[in-house]
Each structure stands twice: as C-alpha cells, then as structure tokens.
C-alpha cells in the first residue's frame, strides 16, 4: 500500500484539519467529528448528512452556502454515530429545524434514526429522507433495500437551494424523496480500492475482470464480466437505468406532527421518452476526466436516440471510493421547479456556481 498518511488511525483527524485550514468559512469540530457551515442564516432549515470517510468530497465538500449546512464523517467507510448527528443538529439549527438527509446503509439508518430521536428530546424539530438510487441492487452486505449513491450529491443540491428559498422542513424533505424518487444511478468498477486500515484491495479482480453494480465501498454489485469499450459499458449502464421500472419500497419516517416513526410505501417515477434530465457522469476517485468525457459523450447519444434531453450536467469525481478506477452514472428527472433550484447560486469547497 503506498498512500500519503501519517498513521492509519490518525487518517480522518488529519484530513478534517487539512480542510478547516483549507477552508476558513467552514468550522471543523472534533471529539465527535462534525463540519459545518459558520454563517448560519436564522430561520433556515438545517440540512446534514454524513457517511464514511473515503467518498470525498462527499460529504464534508458540500458544505457551505445553497448545500449543506453540516456533515458528519465517519471513519473510513464507517458510519458516523448518532453523538455527531445531534451535536451537529444542536449547533446549526436557528428555529426552523433539521432535515438528516440519510445514505441507505444499514448503520447510516439506524444511526441516523437514533439522532432523530435525540434530537426530538432535545426540543429540535426534525426528520429524515432517505437516498436509495442505486439500480444494481435491491439488497447487498450493507443494506436492505437499494443503495444510496450519486443521488445523494443532486439531493443535496437541490435541497440546500430550497433550503436556502426559504422552503420549510416539511417541504425541504417531500422535495428531497421527489428528487429521490426520480434519481437512478449504477456503478461500474476496473479495479478495487485500497482502505487505509486494511492495507490491501477489497476485492480482487483478474486483468480482464471487472465489477458491473459495484457499491461504494465496493461491495460486489449484479455481476463480474470481461472489459469492454467504454461505449458497450456506458450502454449498459443506461440500459439498466433506463429498463428499471417502478421500483417500491417501505421506509420509516419521522413524523413531525406526531413526533413518532410512521411507515411510508413509495414507487419511483420510470424514466420515459422525452423526459428532461440532469445527467451526472462521476469517478469512483481513480477514473481521469478525459474518460469521464468518453462516457458522457455516448451517454448523450444514448439519451437523444430515446428523446431524452439532458438540460444539466455534472462531471468529475464527486461521490468516491477512495482510489478505485471506476465510474458511475446518474439519471435526475427534473421539471420546472427542480431545475431552477439547481440552477440557483452554491459555493462549497467542491461545487461553486
């Protein structure tokens, strides 16, 4: 393993101050770990997510202005604890309440749902979304259900713009199972990646092999296969986005009325023939942007040979696996509303517009 680090237990510690250096405008608590935005307007809806370290900038580059209003990382590929959440939600919210905008792995969901109710106690009005994009699979080793991934970025951009709007809690989180619910994203990996405290790749695959579906953590995802162009595999990718069709599932939500759990059923909208897109081409941390441009070249292809516009985009390493070669693909169905809450002003350490 050749990585610049110091000690491998001191990874994440030295990284967040790394970045509250970098980055004045953010403030970086440790002991537990969280980031958060100082210039915290009153009256606004706080959103905070939070996840494993080792997906940079997700999530800790998203915060600032028209994004996130906090971040909690865990350690590598380890869920945050519920002790970060809510020291995160106690020192951002200014009235209007905290939406905890949750990846769909096991301990992120159940560490999140312990925050709700710390929170709550503490007299905070909160809930949660969750974020489950992920087409490869309906369960993997980390979840039940589908994974959250490259959809969690455009959730949170769209949402921190309403946020910044003036958009309620309540609103603020039917807007993100909205976005949700119109999301679709699959991976596709060459290589695995290497996690600091194992000190070797996570999985092993022969010089011809890759993973089709493969998860953020690089879990195993639909199949393993030969290489083949990036135009073959960048059609694959689409067809499993675009075939996949109403997708349901129960979730648990936090009720803000009744301040109880109640279960919720959802069903996807299908992507179709003349729908209008965000088109989000992303690196896995190992992929260069002039493949990236590859894919999305025959991407755009793909989509006009079905009447699909793509009226934004998104390309670059976003959403990561520490250092796997890999990429995935992203599909947001937007209207009106939508697309000019993406268009509206951000300025993060990762995305400024």
Known sequence: ????????????????????????????????????????????????????SGHEPLHGGFVGKGMLTAACPGEIFTSPTPDQMYEAAKATDTGAGVLFIVKNYTGDVLNFETAVEMA????????NVLVDDDVAVKDSLYTAGRRGVGGTVIIEKIVGAAAEKGYNLKDCRELAKKVNLNTRSLGIALTSCTVPAAGKPTFDLNDNEIELGVGIHGEPGQKRSEMESSDKLTEYMFDEIFNDKNYTRTIREWDIEANDWKDITLTDESLKDGDQIIAFVNSLGGTPLSELYIIYNKLSELCNKHNIKIVRNLVGPYITSLDMQGVSITLTKVDDELLNLWDAPVNTPAIKK
Not at 31 to 47: D, R
């Open 120 to 127: 709550n106690a503490e007299g905070i009005k909160v809930t």
């Open 1 to 52: 393993m050749k990585k610049f680090i110091n000690k491998v237990e001191n990874v994440v510690v030295e990284s967040l101050k790394g970045m509250a250096l970098a980055h004045p405008e953010l403030e970086v608590k440790t002991n537990p770990h969280y980031i958060y935005n100082k210039n915290l307007s009153k009256g606004k809806v706080s959103l905070i997510s939070g996840g494993g």
